[in-house]
């Protein structure tokens, strides 16, 4: 058995604000094994992006934040801020979702991809500026000799995505962390963007933590899945275990505000009532059981715990109601 190359352990990260305690994550558990793609999904305000900036210790200093992240036998969490500097961008490297904002608009784009190598390799500035180039080359940026030289406003939406990743596989990194790589591409976009962190993972070996609400990049890419709600983790398991044999409500209704190219003429997509919960004043009991259709009196007084569905343990689900799921779905269905 190999090592995960990363392990979030009981992570818990909460914010201190005027109007009090915000509690952004609640004991958070999962792995991503060397080489896969594990994706972490939900609606705004679930927890994983902060999750995986907790990871890349961004958080601000007021963030008190507990459990573990073990990484290359250490606790990320317990390293100081210089050992973690040298983790970052060799270690563990970030795709982030804005990449006009993320890329300096003053330096040019070569300037940054060598800065990062410089960073972390002895060579000298023309070795690093022509790494630069043979970066952007690798990710399918054409004429990377010329385009090194340019501005971040010089490139496109999907360009200026792809020389984010180059920056990021610049140091072959055990883990990158793409944090909606793809929310402002269109959808054309969209699809090369992602067939290039895939060559580029096939390229360093590195595996993928995919943070995203659209389950349609999910679909495309992922080996594992992992479902957060109000902070938790709500399901997880293969992509095929959450994408065709779902055990949680909350997971039921993502996929059924998708819409299929298979469905019948006519049929309407099934939105999820209401919003998700205020993190200030989140609900008793089930965080998605003022929204769930299935809740009754027991889900609004305690949490449930997250359960193993099936016999091997990979997929896990957190519903009270678990063994009643697959009645309770069959039922709906028929309506």
């Avoid at 792995?31 to 907790?54: F, I, Q, Y």
């Avoid at 596989?169 to 269109?186: F, R, V, W, Y």
Wanted: glycine letters at 10%; hydrophobic letters at 40%; a negative charge.
């Amino acid at each position: 058995m190999t090592e995960p190359v990363i392990s979030f352990d009981d992570l818990s990260v909460s914010f201190p604000t005027d109007d009090g305690m915000v509690r952004a994550v609640r004991n958070v558990s999962f792995d991503v094994e060397p080489g896969e793609v594990m994706a972490v999904v939900g609606e705004s305000g679930s927890g994983k992006s902060v999750t995986a900036l907790a990871a890349m210790r961004l958080h601000p200093g007021s963030a008190e934040i507990t459990g573990e992240i073990r990484f290359g036998g250490r606790d990320l969490l317990g390293i100081g801020e210089k050992e973690m500097r040298r983790v970052r961008g060799n270690g563990i490297a970030m795709i982030f979702q804005d990449p006009m904002t993320a890329l300096n608009p003053v330096m040019k784009v070569g300037a940054q991809i060598a800065e990062m190598v410089l960073i972390h390799d002895d060579v000298s500035k023309k070795e690093a500026w022509t790494r630069a180039a043979d970066l952007l080359e690798s990710v399918g940026v054409p004429e990377p000799g010329r385009r090194v030289k340019q501005y971040p406003h010089e490139f496109s939406g999907g360009m200026r995505q792809r020389a984010m990743i180059a920056m990021a596989i610049a140091n072959g990194p055990d883990l990158l962390i793409a944090d909606e790589p793809t929310t402002a591409l269109d959808v054309t976009i969209q699809a090369q963007v992602l067939e290039v962190m895939k060559t580029a993972q096939e390229a360093t070996g590195a595996a993928i933590l995919l943070i995203t609400h659209d389950l349609g990049v999910v679909a495309g890419i992922a080996d594992r899945v992992v479902v957060m709600y109000g902070g938790r983790v709500f399901e997880s398991g293969s992509a095929d275990q959450v994408f065709y044999r779902s055990q949680n409500p909350y997971t039921r209704g993502l996929m059924s505000s998708i819409p299929r190219l298979d469905a019948p003429k006519g049929e309407r997509l099934i939105p999820i009532p209401g919003t998700p919960p205020n993190v200030l004043n989140p609900p008793s009991g089930c965080a998605f059981g003022p929204r769930c259709t299935f809740a009754s009196d027991s889900c609004h007084e305690s949490h449930a715990e997250l359960m193993s569905v099936g016999f091997d343990g990979t997929h896990r689900s957190r519903c009270h109601k678990l063994a009643e799921l697959p009645d309770l779905f069959a039922a709906a269905e028929t309506r």
